[in-house]
C-alpha cells in the first residue's frame, strides 16, 4: 500500500515545481494553500481553504488570488458543482476524474472513471486543439435517501 504522507509529498513538490516552470512565486500563503490541497482530500472552496489555514497566515482575497494563478498554471483545478460556488483541488495531471455530488448534503466523491476521454480524442480528430472538458454527476447519496426515509409523513384529514 503506498506511503500517504509520501505522496503528498510529491504532489507539493511537483506542484511547488509547476509553479516555479509557470513563472509563478512561490510565497508562504501559496505553499499553505498547497499544503492543504495536497494533504487533505478536496475539493474545497476558497473559503473552506482560508478556514484550513493557520489564522491570521493571509486573507481570503489572498487565497482567491492564489488558487487563480493556480488554476492558470495548472496546479489546480476548478470544479463546479453548480451550486454557485467554485471548488479546487490539485491537479495531479496523470490521475484525472470526476465527482459524484449529492443532492441533499454536497458530499463529493471521487470518481476515477472517465467517459469523456473518448469524445477529446475524436475533437483532436475533427483539429480541434487545447480541449478540456467538465463533467460532474449529481445525485442523492445513501445516507441522505436512507434520512428522507425515516422522516414521518404527515397525514391529512
Known amino acids: ?15 511547488l515545481q509547476l509553479l516555479r516552470a509557470n513563472h509563478q512565486r512561490v510565497t508562504e500563503p501559496r505553499k499553505a494553500i498547497l499544503g492543504i490541497l495536497t494533504r487533505e482530500h478536496g475539493p474545497f472552496t476558497a473559503e473552506e481553504v482560508h478556514r484550513r489555514m493557520r489564522k491570521g497566515s493571509c486573507d481570503l482575497v489572498t487565497v482567491y488570488r492564489s488558487l487563480a494563478a493556480m488554476e492558470e498554471s495548472s496546479v489546480v483545478r476548478r470544479c463546479d458543482f453548480g451550486d454557485g460556488a467554485y471548488r479546487y483541488e490539485i491537479n495531479t495531471g496523470d490521475h484525472h476524474h470526476h465527482h ?7 458530499e463529493a466523491r471521487t470518481l476515477d472513471v472517465c467517459v469523456a ?18 463533467l460532474e454527476i449529481f445525485g442523492v447519496c445513501p445516507q441522505c435517501q436512507a ?10 384529514d
Not at 100 to 106: G, K, N
Not at 118 to 131: V, W
Open 1 to 15: 500500500m503506498p506511503d500517504e504522507p509520501s505522496i503528498a509529498e510529491a504532489q507539493f513538490e511537483g506542484a
Open 100 to 106: 459524484i455530488v449529492c443532492r441533499t448534503c454536497h
Open 117 to 134: 476521454d473518448g469524445l477529446e480524442r475524436m475533437a483532436r480528430q475533427m483539429g480541434y486543439s487545447r480541449i478540456t472538458h467538465l
Open 147 to 156: 434520512a428522507q426515509n425515516k422522516q414521518p409523513t404527515q397525514d391529512h
